[in-house]
């Protein structure tokens, strides 16, 4: 007898995507969010993961003149 054998392959997927763009405001040229991403299996740590999210997205965006 054959023995089937199953592999499972863990994907490790990041708990959230930020992508960032420049964009024109009027003669203003602005930092803002193109894609925000955040995925999990409990709403309170998709929850705590946007924060930290938009926490970095505010730094960043601090930081530019």
Do not use: C
Not at 25 to 41: A, F, P, T
Not at 48 to 65: F, H, K, R, V, W
């Amino acid at each position: 007898m054959s023995e089937d054998k199953t592999i499972i392959q863990q994907i490790n997927e990041p708990k959230y995507v930020l992508e960032v763009k420049h964009m024109k405001s009027g003669s203003n040229i602005v930092l803002s969010i193109s894609k925000l991403r955040v995925s999990g299996d409990n709403l309170e740590d998709v929850m705590t993961d946007l924060n930290t999210a938009l926490g970095e997205y505010l730094g960043i965006d601090q930081d530019t003149p």
